[in-house]
């Protein structure tokens, strides 16, 4: 069946870095798009990147594309979410998700993760 299991998430200091990761099974990257969601307790679910599966294009809100980079490893069905000079409001659980193609929305992913929690805190 299809599953998304995230790993990466940590304590981290302002202006560091972290790497998320994000292993898929069930599906391959090649057909399915990924992308990555964060939740703060009380706001809405914000998409952070989305990597196509056909070409590999990526996406990011304009706020975000100067820090955070989205790759895949179609080998290892895993995809990556690098994220540099951290601020406390990058605090969140991070979601991986699925869908044939990139979506703005939230809810028209097909499949979700169960998240990592990213804290950024000195």
């Known amino acids: 069946q299809v599953q998304l299991v995230e790993s990466g998430g940590d304590l981290v200091r302002p202006g560091g870095s972290l790497r998320l990761s994000c292993a898929a099974s069930?599906?391959?990257?090649?057909?399915?798009?990924i992308g990555w969601f964060r939740q703060v307790p009380g706001k809405e679910r914000e998409g952070v990147a989305c990597?196509?599966?056909?070409?590999?294009?990526?996406y990011y809100p304009e706020s975000l594309q100067d820090r955070f980079t989205i790759s895949k490893d179609n080998a290892k069905n895993t995809v990556y979410l690098q994220m540099n000079s951290l601020l406390p409001e990058d605090t969140a659980v991070y979601y991986c998700?699925?869908?044939?193609?990139?979506?703005?929305?939230?809810?028209?992913?097909?499949?979700w993760g169960q998240g990592t929690q990213v804290t950024v805190s000195s």
């Open positions: 069930g599906f391959s990257l090649d057909y399915y798009a």
């Open positions: 990597i196509s599966g056909s070409d590999g294009t990526t």
């Open positions: 998700v699925a869908a044939t193609i990139c979506y703005v929305s939230w809810d028209r992913w097909d499949y």
